[in-house]
């Protein structure tokens, strides 16, 4: 039998296309949370410790030698994994012990969305090493979602050397977005699809309207 997913209330993800706004909403969220009284560990993926830290430099920004080997959609794959598989176990788990909220910058929806729609590779293969390496679901999934040309203009106006993955074409990041909603779709009870076409402020109000909505639920007496 293969190992279970389990969700965890205290775990909450970001996600969302090049240019949606992540940094804001991710600074509201922990202001947010923190004035309600609640600790919070802010971490991000790929990395979240220096090992997965190393293993995101060699996916995003490789040096000159390793750059000049293409890197394989399966190797990109297996390595997101191997840097989660190390975030879940030394960060995200011990921090959910301690009682604290984690509140992490991409987690596996990440995957499906980049290697499986962006790339190509099977979703059953992203589900079993998800099952395997991870067994670790968000409670809370928030999706920040924008027009792939809205979010492009935005990071192309802020980033003077693209990463290998910002590289990408715009079909590529069509796929991206296609399966990011999909899976909102599939799954609402974890998912909150947020409008990131509005400005930064209007996005942080919505992020922080979903989290209040989501502690109201989860703790309506706090
Ligand atoms: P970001 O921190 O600016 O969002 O950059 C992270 C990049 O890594 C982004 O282009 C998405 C990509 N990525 C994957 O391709 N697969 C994954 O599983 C994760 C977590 C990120």
Excluded at 104 to 121: E, I, K, N, P, V
Excluded at 145 to 170: F, H, K
Aim: aromatic share 6%; with cysteine; hydrophobic share 45%.
């Amino acid at each position: 039998m293969s190992p279970a997913l389990h969700r965890h209330p205290r775990f909450i993800s970001l996600e969302g296309g090049e240019g949606a706004g992540k940094s804001t909403a991710i600074n509201a969220i922990r202001e947010a949370l923190h004035a309600r009284g609640h600790e919070v560990v802010l971490t991000r993926e790929p990395g979240g410790t220096p090992l997965a830290e190393r293993i995101r430099a060699l996916i995003l920004t490789p040096d000159e030698e390793v750059a000049a080997e293409p890197l394989s959609a399966e190797a990109e794959l297996l390595l997101v994994f191997a840097a989660r598989a190390q975030h879940v176990r030394q960060v995200i788990q011990p921090a959910l012990r301690r009682g604290c909220y984690v509140l992490s910058d991409r987690f596996t929806d990440s995957s499906y969305a980049y290697q499986g729609g962006g790339r190509g590779l099977e979703p059953e293969w992203i589900a079993d090493l998800e099952r395997r390496a991870v067994g670790l679901l968000p409670g809370l999934t928030l999706l920040l979602d924008v027009d792939v040309a809205v979010g492009r203009a935005r990071a192309n106006g802020r980033d003077l050397w693209p990463d290998r993955i910002e590289s990408e074409q715009d079909d590529f990041f069509q796929r991206v977005r296609a399966v990011f909603r999909q899976r909102a779709a599939q799954d609402p009870a974890r998912f909150r699809l947020i409008d990131a076409s509005q400005d930064q402020a209007g996005v942080a109000a919505s992020v922080v309207a979903a989290i209040d909505a989501w502690l109201a639920q989860e703790h309506p007496r706090d």
